[in-house]
C-alpha cells in the first residue's frame, strides 16, 4: 500500500516541484495550501508523512505543527518543515515543536527524496 504524503505550502509552483519529485516513487501525494486544509484533509483521513511550510497566511507552519502534535491522533505523524527560513531559532523552534526535519528552500530535490524515504523507513521499523 502507498505511503501518503501530505505537503503543506501557499505557493502552487512549490507544491507542483514537490509532487514531481515524489511522483518517482509508490507515494500516494496530497496537498494543502493553509492550515485549514490541512485539518480538513486530517479529518477525513490519516497520513504517513507530512511536509510543511512556516510561512503561510493565517496560520503559520509552526503553529500548524504545534497542534498536530498537541493531538493524540495527529501526534504521530512525522513533520518535516520545508521553509525559507533559515536561522537556528527557526530550526530549533521547529524541533521543540516535534518537526524531525527542518529542510531549507531552495532544497536539493534529490535531498528531499531521500529523506522523505529515510523518515518513512524509520516511521514503518518503529511500528
Known sequence: MPKTILVVDDEV??????????????????????AE????????????????????????????????KANSRTQPI???????????SDIRKALDLGAVAYLIKPFDPDVLDKEIKNLLRS???SR
Open 37 to 68: 486544509e490541512v485539518f480538513a484533509t486530517l479529518d477525513k483521513e490519516l497520513v504517513d508523512l507530512i511536509l510543511l511550510d512556516v510561512m503561510m497566511p493565517a496560520m503559520d507552519g509552526f503553529e500548524v505543527c504545534r497542534l498536530l
Open 78 to 88: 512525522p513533520v518535516v518543515m520545508l521553509t525559507v527560513l533559515a536561522t537556528n
Open 123 to 125: 516511521v514503518e521499523k
Open 13 to 34: 509552483e512549490i507544491l507542483s516541484l514537490v509532487q514531481r519529485i515524489l511522483s518517482g516513487n509508490d507515494y500516494r501525494i496530497l496537498t494543502a495550501k493553509n
